[in-house]
């Protein structure tokens, strides 16, 4: 008897101290950020050509955004497309970026996110440039859920546009003589395609690939990550929410 009442003190123990631990963890993601990768394996699966995977996984992004926002996430970002996917087959990328294009204009047409392309578009076709501002133009005055996109995107290159622009700020304002004080977290974040966005607090990553492949690399010093082995186009619902109960279940300390 004794034993039993031991082991259910020390149950109760530790029921009570893993409730302390979880009160304590954050449950509210303010930015989720999504590596939607797997489109052409996915094709190549199923025997279909990869434009095919493309088409299906910018479906998925529909559904994505949808459970965000009754999730109540307020800032989502979807990587579709990096600087080093430019170097593919030109009749690949163009079907690509046709997608890209057709899944920014469907978003705008819903009139529920508010979009923002980032990355260096003036590297892309231009009409595919074209009509990827026009849609982030159309949902300018939306105030629903913020939605960046990543095209043509290097976390890399991202950085060093926020460098340049801050030396460039410092020219026309000549101010020079202060940029080696004035230089600190504050004045590279506030350069950044995200600037005034919180940092993504969860990544997830499809098809197992378990590396960030040069995303996001200044934001997401603290995110935590959640590599998935599904491909993008069958990301579920279901799959969603694992990630999220998973995030609820971690203990994001910064450092402290």
Excluded: K
Aim: aromatic letters at 8%; a negative charge.
């Amino acid at each position: 008897m004794m034993q039993v009442t031991a082991l259910a003190t020390s149950d109760a123990c530790a029921t009570n101290r893993c409730d302390a631990q979880l009160s304590d963890r954050p449950v509210a993601i303010r930015h989720l950020a999504v590596i939607l990768d797997g489109n052409r394996r996915w094709a190549e699966r199923l025997g279909l050509q990869s434009i095919e995977g493309y088409r299906a996984g910018g479906r998925n992004v529909h559904a994505l955004l949808s459970w965000c926002s009754e999730a109540g996430i307020p800032i989502v970002t979807l990587w579709p497309l990096s600087a080093e996917n430019l170097t593919r087959d030109p009749e690949e990328l163009h079907a690509l970026l046709t997608v890209i294009a057709d899944v920014f204009e469907e978003l705008a047409c819903s009139h529920l996110w508010h979009l923002r392309a980032i990355g260096d578009l003036s590297r892309l076709p231009p009409d595919a440039e074209r009509r990827i501002r026009n849609a982030e133009c159309h949902t300018a005055g939306i105030a629903g859920l913020d939605v960046n996109i990543a095209v043509a995107y290097s976390g890399r290159l991202e950085l060093l546009h926020a460098i340049r622009t801050l030396i460039a700020d410092h020219l026309t304002a000549g101010t020079v003589d202060t940029l080696q004080t004035d230089l600190g977290p504050e004045s590279i974040a506030s350069r950044l395609y995200t600037a005034g966005q919180s940092d993504p607090d969860l990544v997830i990553r499809t098809s197992g690939e378990q590396r960030l492949s040069n995303f996001m690399l200044w934001q997401c010093a603290f995110s935590e990550f959640h590599f998935t082995p599904v491909c993008w186009p069958d990301f579920s619902r279901a799959d969603f929410e694992e990630a999220l109960t998973v995030y609820r279940l971690r203990h994001r300390r910064f450092g402290q």
